[in-house]
């Protein structure tokens, strides 16, 4: 199967909709409807946004109005494959956020960064997206410095660098845990 951008898909095994944006091999990624992007595996995507129609079909496939003898038990096998995660990116360059940032400080601009960063992650957070990476470039290494002490404020995550291959040195890996205890 194959996408293309502006086409609309739903992924699979979860409620999900969103637009492809732009394609690179197996790859897939799309925008939420609430315009954030993510990327997805190709075969976790289905075109079109109709899972409410996918669901109810399958549920009624097999039904009989005739009564049902009495199911077999079924031995529970443990998938060997690990289920696939969402990444949610947020990409902490300036030129990506505003438009222009022209005649603002480079404390302006690391403010606006952390709190876009702060904003995101508090979004994440109450989504209940499990991953996310903060892409900050390399440079001075500030920003890093910053977003780690923001990050060491929450207790129901950790974080670490991103995957060297896809990311580079300037991204950091943030892991929501959403059964974390409140004190």
């Known amino acids: 199967m194959s996408f293309k951008p502006g086409d609309k898909v739903s992924v699979l095994d ?66 060997a494959k690990r289920k696939f995660i969402p990444i949610f990116e947020v990409d902490l360059h300036i030129e990506k956020l505003l438009p222009s940032n022209k005649g603002m400080s480079k404390h302006e601009i690391r403010t606006f960064q952390i709190d876009t960063a702060r904003k995101q992650l508090e979004f994440a957070i109450r989504k ?22 923001l990050f060491g404020r929450y207790d129901n995550i950790s974080f670490f660098d991103a995957d060297y291959q896809q990311y580079g040195i300037g991204a950091t890996e943030v892991r929501i845990h959403q059964n974390a205890r409140r004190a």
């Open 128 to 149: 209940r997206i499990p991953r996310m990476v903060f892409i900050h470039g390399v440079g001075e290494g500030i920003l890093k410095v910053e977003l780690d002490y």
């Open 14 to 79: 979860e409620d999900f909709n969103g637009i492809v944006i732009k394609v690179e091999g197996d790859m897939i990624h799309i925008e939420s409807e609430e315009g954030f992007p993510f990327v997805f595996r190709k075969d976790k995507l289905i075109p079109g946004n109709d899972m409410e129609d996918l669901r109810s079909e399958s549920l009624l496939e097999g039904y009989s109005k005739e009564p049902r003898s009495k199911p077999k038990k079924t031995k529970l096998v443990q998938s």
